[in-house]
């Protein structure tokens, strides 16, 4: 057994080693090494897998050993305070500090800033000291605070902004804060019915029984802001790994690919883009649709008119999508339904697929606490003396995990999990494809 000096050296180690690697990436790529001062965005490697395999180790490490060393007391306190840090959050992004800000690299004056964002001077200096504490803006001198590579992306021409506008706004309102109170709540506490839900605790005297999407469904602005939002999530969870990753490539010309639940098409269009052999179908509720158009016409108007693009309205719980593709791309779908809406939606799609169809699941894959079992996501293991599922490196996983559940009395799931559903389905696992921040399912029919 390992001595705990020799546990936190081990950890020291794989922190320079990740480092190195990280730093290798973006050399490999030709993109400056970053600095957190740099006033413009970060210059990322066009494809980040690699990158972020370092990364997992690298945050896994740090987290780790900064919690082994300091004193328990002032860890959980720091994660008691964490909601400020979400309260500041929400303050810049909804004043458009960034914004306010982006033609000033030299920095401006708080005072300046307050004037613009009509906010309390004294106020928003608190918020922008903490936040530039952070590293999230640049305090230049004292009270003169310019934009860095974080708080660029609260610019409003970012789809990031509107993640986290949503996330520290109505996220927060309306479910994480009443989390614990829908928990021991008698008629919500113990149903997985989505209409009791955290989120349908807190709009309860609003829209009685209703979801976050009956919600989105009466507040149109909010509904535009969350399918920006899931722009910036899109991004986030592996977007460049389903289209640089998977052979899509190697499919036959003509090839068809229904994205099922597709909203605008954020995954869908950069297949267009990049693999000309493909021929797209989205599909989703009538209203969706209509965005996706719009999207798509503003965005890569070549592909309707070269007819690589169709648009369908389809209720995935009532009826099939279109016959006989070649691919099913179901993204962050299935993740927001119990398992028995679940089992619904892929029977649609079981419906619908020829032999030779392929279904893609692309959703978050929950990997192991332990040992035990710590293969059972597809994915690799972590180095000791990190946890088997790179602890902290993996802890987006976890919190999308609970996040849903608030959201949506859903959740992400394990591979386990995910092929339990899929075979009470008719359809057969095939693999994993490792994306890093979530991954791909595949299956087939089964026969």
């Not at 609260?154 to 928990?183: G, P």
């Not at 989703?284 to 965005?299: C, M, R, T």
């Not at 192991?368 to 293991?381: F, L, Q």
């Amino acid at each position: 057994m390992s001595s705990p000096k020799d546990v936190l050296r081990g950890l020291v180690a794989l922190i320079n080693s990740a480092a190195e690697d990280a730093m290798r990436q973006y050399d490999r790529a030709g993109c400056e090494i970053p600095t957190i001062d740099a006033p413009n965005e970060q210059q990322l490697p066009s494809d980040t897998t690699e990158l972020k395999k370092a990364l997992r180790v690298l945050e896994g490490a740090c987290r780790q050993l900064c919690i082994t060393l300091t004193p328990p007391a002032l860890t959980m306190w720091t994660r008691a305070l964490a909601t400020n840090d979400v309260a500041c959050l929400r303050v810049a992004v909804s004043s458009k500090v960034a914004d306010v800000i982006a033609q000033q690299p030299e920095g401006m004056h708080v005072k300046e800033i307050a004037e613009k964002t009509n906010l309390h001077q004294r106020k928003l200096q608190k918020v922008l000291r903490a936040l530039a504490a952070t590293h999230c803006f640049r305090e230049v001198t004292p009270d003169v605070f310019a934009n860095n590579p974080l708080s660029l992306t609260l610019r409003q021409e970012n789809t990031i902004s509107a993640l986290v506008r949503m996330r520290a706004t109505e996220f927060n309102k309306f479910a994480v804060s009443n989390f614990y109170d829908a928990l021991v709540d008698p008629e919500y506490s113990h149903s997985l019915d989505k209409r009791r839900s955290a989120w349908s605790w807190g709009i309860r005297n609003e829209i009685p029984n209703g979801t976050m999407f009956d919600y989105m469904e009466a507040h149109p602005e909010s509904y535009s802001q969350f399918h920006r939002a899931m722009g910036g999530i899109a991004k986030i969870t592996g977007l460049e790994g389903v289209v640089n990753h998977f052979p899509w490539k190697d499919l036959p010309q003509g090839s068809t690919v229904c994205d099922v639940g597709s909203g605008v098409g954020m995954v869908s269009i950069e297949l267009a883009k990049k693999y000309p052999n493909l021929h797209l179908m989205l599909q989703d509720l009538p209203s969706v649709v209509i965005q996706a158009q719009q999207f798509w016409a503003e965005k890569y108007p070549t592909a309707a008119e070269e007819q690589r693009v169709n648009f369908r309205p389809l209720d995935f719980f009532a009826e099939s999508p279109a016959k006989d593709q070649d691919v099913y791309y179901i993204r962050q779908i299935i993740h927001d339904w119990p398992d028995e809406d679940c089992e619904k939606i892929l029977k649609n799609v079981r419906a619908a697929m020829k032999p030779s169809s392929r279904v893609l699941i692309h959703e978050y894959i929950i990997p192991s606490n332990t040992s035990c079992g710590a293969r059972d996501s597809g994915r690799e293991t972590a180095p000791k003396p990190l946890l088997p599922n790179y602890g902290y490196g993996s802890t987006r996983t976890y919190l999308q995990d609970v996040n849903m559940l608030i959201l949506l009395n859903a959740g992400e799931r394990t591979l386990e999990e995910f092929n339990i559903i899929a075979a009470k389905t008719g359809l057969r696992f095939v693999k994993v494809w490792d994306f890093l921040e979530t991954g791909v399912i595949e299956y087939e029919v089964d026969v």
